[in-house]
């Protein structure tokens, strides 16, 4: 009977090995190889901007507006069309027009085009940004489309109150000498515009060279260093716990060294 369990016990081993190991290929081997095709040796087909879209969301830790276009491409003309939403710049973006011609970088193989979780398009080339503007200041109002009232932060596996909450503010307006308008963002400490509210103007002032960069005026910004305070505080105290700790091992290697002979 002992020669029947090991020989069950080694299938068994041996089964969760290549079962780890397929899953394994699976879960990284195929993201990372169609990620490694489409940068090194794609396949190239030119496509059509169907539409644009931007989207406010979190990065990282912080705040931004997402910019995608979606195209329309045959990868195989034999069976018809396929759309690709894809992540660009903002130059690229500026310079897309419903009808716009893009050359699209893509994975030959269907199936896999179809799992939104693996990459396997891109934009080839990214479009030339447009004419720089001067660097000059501007003022203009705008109203309100989003607020998220941010009020905690994540801190290791949990998250803790900030001491300053702020508000992120998003809206749209067309810049001087522009004919599309942009969707901004800007941060401010939470109550300090008594009448911010989503459908209400709000006053700023951007630079012509960079538009997406905005301040809303009269907002205070305090978040900005008081909600690095936690964080300053526990450097320090980990500073000070290494310091007490250099301080002990030294005199402890003082005192037990053994006095030298006349």
């Known amino acids: 009977m002992t020669w029947l369990i090991e020989f069950i016990a080694n299938i068994v081993i041996k089964g969760l ?25 794609p396949s190239r087909v030119e496509g059509t901007v169907q539409s644009k879209m931007e989207q406010v969301g979190k990065h990282g830790r912080g705040w931004t507006v997402y910019l995608w276009i979606t195209v329309k491409y045959s990868p195989n003309p034999s069976r018809g069309y396929e759309l690709a939403t894809i992540t660009v710049d903002e130059g690229t973006w500026d310079q897309c027009r419903a009808g716009s011609r893009v050359e699209i970088a893509y994975f030959p193989v269907a199936v896999l085009r179809q799992i939104p979780m693996i ?38 596996r949990g998250s803790s109150r900030l001491l300053q909450p702020y508000d992120v503010v998003a809206f749209r307006y067309t810049p001087e000498g522009r004919t599309e308008p942009v969707t901004v963002i800007d941060s401010v400490d939470a109550g300090s515009l008594s009448n911010l509210a989503v459908g209400k103007p709000v006053t700023f002032t951007y630079s012509m060279m960079r538009p997406r960069v905005v301040k809303i005026a009269g907002g205070r910004r305090d ?12 450097a320090g105290l980990i500073a000070l716990a290494l310091l007490l700790y250099i301080v002990i091992v030294h005199r402890k290697s003082r005192g037990g060294a053994s006095p030298r002979l006349a």
């Open 223 to 234: 978040y900005k260093w008081k909600n690095y305070d936690d964080l300053l505080m526990l």
């Open 119 to 156: 990459y396997t398009k891109r934009l080839a080339q990214p479009l030339s940004p447009l004419p720089l503007a001067p660097d000059a200041q501007r003022s203009a109002s705008a109203e309100v489309q989003e607020i998220h009232h941010i009020t905690t932060t994540r801190f290791g």
């Open 17 to 41: 090995l290549f079962g780890g190991l397929l899953m394994g290929l699976i879960l990284f081997g195929i993201p990372l190889g169609t990620w490694a095709y489409v940068w090194l040796i």
